[in-house]
């Protein structure tokens, strides 16, 4: 069952700014509709010189060899950006991404990862451009990243990030949106049994009950 409360993966830099979803994924490969198998699409027309995958561009950081493995992306403000794709989201699971650390995110995309338990972290553009530089300077560097300290941790240097309860929860017990609500379902049942019957009709309720 998923539960995380720590990460540890190598960091690959991705230093560029609004970064979106049709980077991200190619409005091609939507037509997917199985969240398996869409890492092979990631950053596709980034990763590829050709349409068929035949051709890596030996350029591109996530074809270097000490990148192959990483999990945690390092980026620029305002990443995934552009349209409400999810499979964006699905995408960089599948490919093997836990955490994404960047100065901003387009809202909707954040909502989409957290939904998919996708953990992004914001931080402040100094203590990301810190980061950067750590990394640029250890190439291949693994990163831990502690929830429950929320800390990110690489080296001798540690960098505190700010995470909502809410959030945590979702991570550490694999809760989503739904399991959320149903916590209180009590209180909901209570509301609802509250409600006068000419503005409802209690036979509905009656039957979730």
């Not at 994924?25 to 990631?42: A, E, N």
């Not at 100094?126 to 950067?132: G, H, Q, R, S, T």
């Not at 693994?142 to 990110?152: G, P, S, Y």
């Amino acid at each position: 069952m998923f539960k995380f409360v720590e990460h540890i993966g190598v960091i690959v830099p991705l230093n560029i700014a609004n970064i979106d979803t049709d980077i991200i994924i190619p409005k091609q490969f939507l037509k997917h509709i199985d969240k398996k198998g869409l890492g092979k699409f990631l950053f596709h027309d980034w990763r590829f010189i050709d349409n068929k995958q035949l051709l890596p561009n030996k350029k591109f950081i996530l074809n270097q060899k000490i990148y192959k493995n990483a999990s945690i992306l390092l980026t620029g403000t305002n990443f995934g950006c552009g349209s409400s794709r999810e499979h964006a989201v699905w995408s960089l699971l599948d490919y093997g991404f836990k955490v994404i650390i960047a100065s901003s995110f387009s809202d909707i995309f954040y909502n989409n990862s957290l939904n998919n338990k996708l953990l992004l972290i914001r931080l402040d553009e100094e203590k990301v451009n810190d980061i950067f530089n750590i990394v640029h300077l250890n190439p291949g560097i693994k990163c831990k990243i502690d929830l429950i300290n929320r800390q990110i941790i690489l080296g001798d240097t540690v960098f505190l990030f700010f995470l909502e309860n809410s959030h945590f929860l979702r991570f550490s017990n694999n809760l989503d949106s739904i399991d959320l609500t149903m916590q209180y379902l009590n209180d909901i049942k209570k509301y609802e049994n509250n409600i006068p019957d000419f503005l409802v009709n209690r036979k509905i309720f009656e039957s979730y009950s």
